[in-house]
């Protein structure tokens, strides 16, 4: 089955403490982003990746890392969280660039910074 | 730069009714254009696309949309309301030839009363 595979589901954490969440898709998708979703926000780009160790920063990345080693995977990484950092995180992987860019979405990891 | 404008934050139908969920998009090239759900707790799923076939595009469970350029619309419409529908609904652009990145509307609330 195609899939986006996201974990954890659910995460809470301290302030300052680092932590990684974990994306894999199955699809052998080029393309794969991470978007966070807030209440009145919508989904906003945090980071994108284009293919194997070419990523780029999206529309919010301050406070981010990502690393893309393999095509598979792309991990989101927060090296010192805060609170303004709670939120619903979601990877999406879609078709190559040239093609329609229709993307999939995991189950999504809800982050809470305390 | 693409941008996607969802009026209101919120729209309460009565089951049996007509959906109708508006969405406008601003693009300097010819878009491709996707309509996204949310159910509680899931990822986003999509419901349909437009990629400048037919400006009437057919989805799943009922839903289609109609492109319109001189509008810079692409409304979502489902004639007859069901109770599974209540979810979250989610317009995006997509720029051709740009890197797959999708521009997220912020979202509306769909209800569905009894």
């Known amino acids: 089955e195609a899939q986006v595979t996201q974990n954890p589901r659910y995460l809470i954490t301290v302030t300052g403490k680092k932590l990684t969440v974990t994306c894999s898709q199955n699809m052998n998708h080029e393309y794969m982003s991470w978007y966070r979703q807030d209440p009145g926000l919508g989904l906003r780009q945090i980071y994108y990746s284009m293919n194997v160790e070419v990523t780029d920063k999206g529309d919010v990345p301050e406070g981010y890392k990502v690393s893309r080693k393999e095509k598979r995977n792309f991990p989101l990484i927060l090296e010192s969280p805060s609170p303004n950092q709670t939120s619903l995180y979601f990877c999406?992987?879609?078709?190559?660039?040239?093609?329609?860019?229709?993307?999939?979405f995991g189950q999504g990891t809800r982050l809470t910074v305390v | 730069a693409q941008s996607v404008t969802q009026l209101g934050s919120h729209v309460s139908v009565s089951e049996g009714a007509l959906v109708l969920l508006r969405c406008n998009y601003s693009s300097s090239v010819p878009p491709y254009l996707f309509w996204y759900v949310q159910y509680p707790n899931q990822g986003l799923q999509l419901l349909l696309k437009y990629t400048s076939a037919a400006t009437l595009v057919k989805g799943i469970n009922g839903f289609e949309a109609e492109f319109k350029k001189s509008e810079t619309s692409f409304h979502l419409t489902k004639p007859s309301a069901h109770m599974s529908d209540a979810a979250e609904y989610f317009c995006a652009v997509s720029e051709r030839g740009a890197n797959s990145k999708l521009t997220f509307g912020k979202g509306i609330t769909l209800s569905v009363r009894p």
């Open positions: 999406a992987s879609s078709s190559p660039p040239r093609g329609v860019p229709e993307a999939f």
